[in-house]
């Protein structure tokens, strides 16, 4: 059944005198807090600061005054399978060299949050030459030898946080190169909305690579998608905004979809965004996904905790501090996002408070201190807002440190970050952040925009104030966001939280503590465990004062085989908790490099430290490289064929004893009509167009 049938769940207007249709989710019954229409308001302030401007993109990188015609692209083909809490993302596309000369295909692609790159292979001619995992300068080197003899090579490096960048010798003199690439990642549930992004659009912050580099991000011939989604309990709905028109969606059965989409003359411009929703009323459950091949070698896994708690509404009125990006980036974002603050403090009741904070080279208080939600206050803001322009770059300790002045003890304070740079000015140690949060007792909730935003930099703020942060895309469904995000503002949380496995070994676990779990949120932690046999997980939080328990029990096996990526997961979650450590200074940068590189030789994974080089079978001999990968990939691929054939598992191990007393949180519970944003909704699907969506049901 789709959203759009389901009055208790879809609300929808007409733009006028366009025809397009708004959608929202709502709950007929229910009037929405003042406080969550404040996050609402917010939330809109973003995503249509977002669609305001011209987003640069994934493609081929030629030097800017080469004097060669750029390499095109010729198609470019996506194939996703989206299984019990991971994903895998294939990317096939070929390159066309119109010069007479061969050159090397620079492609650049914006990367995934927490993505394994495991898999390069580049097909010349009729051979097919595939990648290993080596260390970064190392395998640089060998790629420049072996381009410099004319061979054919490939390189996967990452850079930073922001992208991978793939190089491809030879596509030869008006000839084609075909490379493909394969990448795992986990995905978490947020009150049963799962979202999955295959990231095109970069975020343009990276002004030294525009003046150097330009980008072909034209496809010449087709672009097509195709997403298997299997899910262990019933799916009610999948979305993919923007894209409906071009989408065909088949119901396999209630807990598989497929999707295919073919697009003509397109650019790697845009994002695509994959919604999926579970039916409502699930459980509160604890899932656990195993991998051990070898009773004498630890095994692998993947426990995910979907808290069933009666977290209930906040009434109390609250502080808000923006703390507002106005650096030259947002050069094409500031208007629409000064009419949505402006926006979001009508919504405030009389006994809250405000404050407006603007950063770029350095950060100046606009508002002179708190002021009352009082018609004078947002007239006042008004007058403040009008004449803020932009420039200069980014100064973002200086506008947080800014806005954590003027604290009361006895007022709830939240911090509402907007940002779509990296930090380039000023303070940029993340140590210094995390320091500067830990004194105080407030909220900071983040919403970076663009692909190339600093996530790490904003995860560091948001653990150490105990909030939260979220990537917000063009293409994303802006309803499900300023719900998702209302939802946990308004409500009740789990406090100082710890997960404990207990009655067999388990280590390297690569998350046990929260300092705050809010409504609908997921936990994903992965690990080791040493031999199989009973365990007990707990997991203990503080509830309004009060100290909660959770407990079941359940059977780790002494081997299971279906999922060996978990071992990549698992290692790639591990890099992530060892540079956020270093992040804080919790671990030196030379242990922190040596531990992340060890890791990225023994799992094959592409990290800051290590890259893939692409070579040919001969030539690793020859070499004396091992093929550590090649045994990988056999047998990643033999358990994705026999889960292709199998109906999906469910992963569910406290059937018998629940943790949880309550159903999952979902998005209709604690919503309500959206009414008054109506209006902003409509510049922002207007912007981006809407279509109907192409269904039609699987016939059997």
């Known amino acids: 059944m789709s959203y759009r049938n389901d009055p208790a769940v879809f609300f929808r207007t007409f733009l006028p005198g366009t025809g397009v249709a708004l959608y929202s989710w709502r709950h007929p019954n229910k009037r929405s807090s003042t406080m969550q229409k404040t996050i609402i308001s917010i939330i809109f302030a973003i995503a249509i600061s977002l669609t305001a401007g011209v987003g640069h993109a994934a493609g081929i990188l030629t030097p800017a005054g080469s004097g060669h015609q750029p390499i095109q692209i010729v198609d470019h083909h996506v194939h996703v399978v989206i299984n019990n809490g991971f994903a895998m993302t294939e990317v096939q596309q070929t390159f066309f060299n119109p010069n007479a000369e061969n050159l090397e ?148 059965d209630n807990d598989h979809y497929t999707v295919e989409m073919q697009l003509s003359d397109m650019h790697l411009t845009r994002d695509f965004v994959f919604y999926y929703r579970l039916e409502d009323n699930l459980p509160g459950r604890v899932e656990v996904i195993p991998f051990r091949d070898n009773k004498d070698k630890d095994g692998t896994f993947m426990m995910v905790i979907t808290p069933g708690v009666d977290l209930k509404p906040l009434s109390n009125g609250s502080d808000y501090c923006f703390v507002l990006d106005v650096s030259g980036s947002m050069k094409t974002k500031i208007s629409t996002l000064k009419r949505s603050v402006l926006k979001a403090l009508e919504k405030l009741k009389p006994k809250d408070r405000f404050r407006l904070v603007a950063f770029e080279s350095q950060a100046r208080e606009l508002t002179r201190g708190w002021l009352p939600a009082t018609p004078d206050s947002q007239a006042r803001a008004r007058q403040i807002l009008d004449p803020l322009g932009t420039g200069g770059s980014t100064n973002l300790y200086e506008g947080l440190d800014l806005g954590l002045k003027r604290l009361d003890d006895d007022r709830a304070v939240n911090i509402i970050l907007i940002t779509d740079g990296v930090t380039n000015t000023g303070i940029v140690d993340p140590i210094r952040f995390h320091g500067l949060l830990q004194k105080k007792d407030v909220r900071v909730f983040g919403f970076l925009l663009g692909n190339s935003a600093n996530w790490p930099l904003m995860q560091t703020i948001a653990e150490a104030s105990g909030g939260f942060y979220d990537h917000i895309s063009n293409a994303d469904d802006i309803m499900g966001k300023l719900m998702l995000a209302g939802s946990k503002i308004n409500y009740e949380a789990l406090l100082d939280a710890k997960v404990k496995i207990s009655g067999i070994k388990v280590s390297d676990l690569t998350d046990d503590t929260f300092k705050k779990i809010y409504r609908g ?172 969506i192409s269904r039609r049901r699987k016939k059997r």
């Open 105 to 252: 295909a620079i492609y650049s692609f914006p990367l995934p949050k927490s993505a394994s790159l495991s898999e390069v292979t580049i097909y010349a001619g009729e051979r097919e030459i595939h990648g290993e995992v080596l260390e970064k300068q190392k395998a640089r080197q060998i790629y420049k030898d072996e381009k410099s003899k004319g061979n054919s090579a490939g390189l996967a490096e990452k850079k930073e946080f922001y992208t991978f960048e793939f190089r491809v010798y030879p596509v030869p003199g008006n000839g084609e190169t075909r490379i493909r690439f394969l990448y795992y990642q986990p995905l978490k549930m947020d009150a049963s909305i799962g979202r999955y992004l295959y990231p095109l659009e970069d975020g343009g912050t990276d002004e030294a690579g525009k003046s150097f580099w330009t980008t072909n991000a034209k496809v010449e011939n087709t672009v097509s998608m195709s997403l298997e989604l299997k899910s262990a309990y019933p799916i009610k709905d999948v979305r993919i905004p923007g894209f409906e028109a071009a989408a065909t969606i088949d119901k396999q």
């Open 521 to 692: 949120q997921q936990l994903v932690i992965f690990g080791k465990y040493h031999q199989g046999g009973p365990a007990r997980v707990t997991l203990a939080a503080n509830l309004t004062g009060e100290d909660k328990t959770y407990t079941s029990e359940f059977v780790f096996p002494e081997t299971d085989t279906d999922n060996p990526e978990l071992e990549r997961l698992w290692a790639l979650a591990t890099v992530e908790k060892i540079a956020a450590m270093e992040r804080i200074g919790k671990m030196k940068s030379s242990e922190s490099e040596s531990a992340i590189r060890d890791l990225g030789l023994a799992y094959q994974i592409v990290t800051d430290y290590t890259s893939m080089v692409v070579l040919s079978d001969s030539t690793f001999t020859e070499r004396g490289i091992e093929r550590h990968n090649q045994a990988r990939i056999a047998r990643e691929q033999q358990a994705r064929s026999r889960r292709h054939q199998q109906p999906v598992k469910n992963y569910r191990v406290d059937h018998k004893k629940p943790a949880f007393k309550f159903k999952v949180p979902d998005i209709g519970g604690g919503g309500g009509a959206i009414d008054p944003f109506t209006g902003t909704i409509g510049l922002l699907i207007a912007g981006l167009g809407a279509a109907r």
